[in-house]
Each structure stands twice: as structure tokens, then as C-alpha cells.
């Protein structure tokens, strides 16, 4: 899964808008959603620390950046079992997978409007 590929799917179920709404709306919170996840770790806070990796993995799939949100499931499974040390060793390559999502969501966001297709909702 691609975010380009989710946002297209998105955007032909919900229309244009709502797909780069969407993609704005996780862009706008991924700064905080990575402050939480940092905070909750510096504050081996281990049950914090699993709520901020679900949030952020769950999102990240949602927009189909599915390597972001890989980085993200394993640092929330690692604070699942009560494991803080493998939490923060899975930090570093959750955070050098940030950049690459930001820029995909963008590229695709681009993409869609680039194209100019401005779907209507699938009836369903």
C-alpha cells in the first residue's frame, strides 16, 4: 500500500477533496503524534508509549504510508510486552521513515490534484 495508491482509492470512493483533507489532516497531527511517542518514552511511560505508536501506526496505515506505520506497529508491540529498551531501539528507524511518508503524501496529494479529478462518491 502506497499513499498514492490510498489516496487515489479515497478519492474515487469519497471524492478529491476529502482524500487531500484527509492527507492534510494527518500531516498536520504527525508532528504531535511523534511528540507524544518521544515524551511517552523519555517518560518510560510504557502504557503512553503504546497508545502513541497505535495512534501513529493506525493513521500512517490509514494514509498508506505502510512503512511508517511497520516502524510503528513494531515500537507498539515492543511497549505492549512492557518492553521500553526495544520501544526506543525501533525509534531510530521509525524516524527516518517520517520523511520519506511526508514527501510520498505530498507527492500523491500533488498527483491528485495535478490530475484534476475531482471524484464524486461512489454510490454505494
Do not use: N
Not at 19 to 41: C, E, N, P, S, T
Not at 106 to 117: I, K, N
Amino acid at each position: 500500500m502506497t499513499p498514492l495508491h490510498t489516496l487515489h482509492d479515497m478519492a474515487a470512493d469519497l471524492g478529491t477533496d476529502v482524500a487531500r483533507d484527509f492527507a492534510d489532516l494527518y500531516l498536520a497531527a504527525l508532528d504531535g503524534r511523534m511528540h507524544r511517542l518521544r515524551d511517552a518514552l523519555v517518560s518510560d511511560d510504557t502504557a503512553g508509549t503504546y497508545t502513541a505508536a497505535v495512534s501513529l501506526y493506525t493513521a500512517s496505515w490509514m494514509v498508506g504510508a505502510q512503512e511508517l506505520a511497520d516502524a510503528a506497529h513494531d515500537v507498539a508491540e515492543s511497549a505492549r510486552s512492557g518492553d521500553l529498551e526495544g520501544a526506543r531501539s525501533g525509534m531510530p528507524p521509525l524516524e527516518c521513515r517520517v520523511e520519506p511518508a511526508v514527501a510520498a503524501i505530498r507527492a500523491a496529494v500533488s498527483e491528485l490534484e495535478s490530475a484534476g479529478t475531482r471524484h464524486r462518491a461512489r454510490s454505494r
